[in-house]
């Protein structure tokens, strides 16, 4: 039983639902007879340890949880740019970010998945999750100057990935 407390917010909780079920959008996405929900992931989350924390600051950090049974959470969602042909690469704007897509035959499939949270008087108030290993955050203005920076260059390197039709 984890001694971590994980809350998520109604907000949260409509941005999370990207992350579920069949949808066109690029990244990773839980596999609906593991996770049909965000309610489901809650249950396993508040009910698991995480495998490894990665600090991102004082209060803010990422989990990294595994099945313990092999099973696949889902799809990962994210690779190194350099290992998707240049041709294969597109670009779409969502939510006012300019992503890079790699279009793949398949999807990889993970038995891991991430939680970021941010640490409340109330737990872990969960900002997002998704199958895979850590990702940072797109970069946008208001971030800390060496966040931002570190944001920015990981989105150099990497890109989302979306099964081509």
């Known amino acids: 039983m984890s001694s971590l407390r994980f809350i998520l917010s ?3 909780h409509d941005h999370m639902l990207r992350h579920f079920g069949e949808n066109s959008l690029a990244g990773s996405h839980f596999n609906s007879t593991m996770f049909a929900s965000p309610q489901e992931l809650m249950l396993f989350i508040n009910s698991n340890a995480p495998i490894s924390t990665q600090s991102h600051s004082e209060k803010k950090a990422a989990y990294l949880f595994q099945t313990k049974d092999g099973r696949a959470v889902g799809t990962h969602g994210i690779a190194s740019r350099n290992t998707v042909p240049t041709k294969d690469i597109v670009h779409e704007k969502r939510e006012g970010y300019l ?21 409340t008087d109330e737990g872990l108030s969960i900002i997002t999750a998704f199958p895979g290993n850590y990702a940072r955050p797109f970069a946008q203005k208001g971030q800390p100057a060496k966040e931002y920076a570190l944001n ?12 081509k039709s």
């Open 10 to 12: 109604a907000k949260r």
């Open 152 to 163: 920015k260059q990981f989105w150099a390197e990497h890109v989302l990935l979306r099964k």
């Open 99 to 119: 992503l890079y897509i790699g279009l793949v035959e398949e999807l990889p499939i993970t038995t891991q998945f991430c939680v970021i949270a941010h640490e």
